[in-house]
């Protein structure tokens, strides 16, 4: 087949980066890259902090990164400034690309109503949703509304957003998802109630090979623990923080470590975090590592034994599970949103619910003292993440979603 012109939004590019929603959008793009697509990412400046062009990527837009629900007028000034900065960067760049697929990854940072101009243009759209954002969007980004329904937007910024909840007008998305792919079941059946969605795919992410090469492990259950991961309230800090302390005060392995690797968007809250660690008796067995280069991941998972995947919200589908799994750790995580959808309970690793940090303790104790169950659950597992979960199968399964959502004879001139 002819190979696509691709225009991929983001609101972040790797090595620019907060999470996996990004590194995961990076490495698609790699893929497509390597089978002949001609792509073109267009995305802000965050990390940069200026205009540049780097060979195919452009860096060019303004994000809110941290967007809050507010409706004061200066909220509304800055939102306006975004969208008249914004909205000629994308709308332009369509236009001189003249792409056969504009493919979004997260954009609500930055300027979502340009997404839905696009679409009235003519350009065929596909969404990679592997964040909540869709159901959210209303609440940070009330711009998008704007041209189809100025009254309504100018009623819920008088009346605030009280009305706003109440007719349900937040979810009334004018966006369409048509052809939209999911990175997890959970993830497409939570965003279904914003409206019709079809030819939705849900290809979950995949584990680069290349990198992430496995290494000869030893039969014998070590005692190094890892997580890897924002710091951050959602990510269950304070769960880890309190399973390990259980680990080796209640069940008595005083000898097991535990590797933390990852940063906060908030130094205070990782300091308080730190502090935790010390009332809780542990901090000279916890080593906080930081923000690593994603190079140095595979030598990280080598290097442990289990991966403690406590997070309190839901989360979509997790690239740092299916890497640890892919490299041989057992995985204890938490019962949230699409975790459980890779990780089953006592077949593909341990499994606790939500803040329950004696379940997690009780699940690594147990690994401790059955290095038999251990190996057993990580054989299975990496069968499975061998079987299913590659990058080169993930990359398969988009290139083929684009080329279904794409009429090459009736490409937008």
């Known amino acids: 087949m002819q190979p696509l012109k691709i225009l991929v939004l983001t609101s972040l590019f790797p090595p620019h980066y907060i999470g996996g929603y990004e590194v995961g959008c990076g490495d698609v793009v790699a893929g497509l890259r390597a089978k002949g697509h001609d792509v073109t990412v267009?995305?802000?400046?965050?990390?940069?902090?200026r205009e540049v062009r780097e060979g195919f990527i452009e860096r060019s837009l303004t994000i809110d990164i941290h967007p809050v629900a507010q409706t004061t007028l200066a909220h509304q000034r800055r939102l306006y400034e975004r969208e008249m900065h914004?909205?000629?960067?994308?709308?332009e760049l369509a236009k001189a690309l003249k792409p056969d697929i504009v493919f979004v990854w997260s954009f609500y940072q930055a300027s979502m109503s340009a997404v839905r101009m696009l679409q009235d243009q003519g350009?065929?759209?596909?969404f990679f949703i592997s964040d909540h954002w869709p159901i959210r969007i209303g609440i940070f980004d009330p711009w998008h509304y704007m041209p189809r329904h100025p009254l309504r937007w100018i009623g819920r910024k008088l009346l605030g957003w009280k009305l706003g909840r109440k007719t349900g007008f937040r979810n009334n998305l004018p966006i369409s998802y048509a052809n939209a792919i999911f990175a997890s079941d959970f993830l497409l059946k939570q965003t279904?109630?914003?409206?019709?969605?079809p030819n939705t795919n849900v290809i979950r992410w995949g584990v680069d090979y290349d990198l992430f090469v496995r290494r000869e492990r030893s039969a014998s259950m070590g005692q190094r623990l890892l997580f890897v991961g924002q710091i951050s309230g959602h990510k269950g800090m304070e769960t880890l923080l309190e399973a390990f302390a259980l680990v080796q005060q209640k069940h008595g392995f005083a000898q097991a470590t535990l590797s933390i690797v990852g940063a906060g968007l908030s130094a205070e809250y990782t300091s308080d975090m730190q502090r935790y660690a010390e009332k809780l008796g542990i901090s000279q067995s916890v080593d906080w590592r930081g923000k690593l280069p994603r190079q140095e991941l595979p030598d990280i998972y080598a290097s442990h034994d289990i991966l403690i995947f406590p997070s309190r919200w839901d989360e979509p589908f997790s690239i740092t599970v299916v890497e640890a799994l892919a490299m041989g750790l057992v995985v204890v995580g938490s019962d949230t949103g699409g975790t459980t959808e890779?990780?089953?309970?006592e077949e593909t690793g341990m499994v606790f619910a939500r803040d329950d940090a004696a379940g997690c303790a009780a699940h690594i104790a147990r690994l401790f003292n059955q290095p038999a169950l251990a190996e057993k659950l990580r054989q299975q597992a990496t069968a499975i993440v061998d079987r299913e979960f590659r990058m080169t199968t993930m990359i398969d399964r988009v290139e083929a979603a684009l080329y279904a959502a794409c009429n090459k004879d009736s490409r937008h001139d």
């Open 192 to 197: 279904q109630p914003i409206g019709p969605m």
């Open 342 to 345: 890779i990780i089953k309970h």
């Open 86 to 91: 914004n909205q000629p960067h994308i709308l």
């Open 42 to 49: 267009l995305t802000s400046t965050y990390g940069v902090d």
């Open 123 to 126: 350009y065929r759209t596909v």
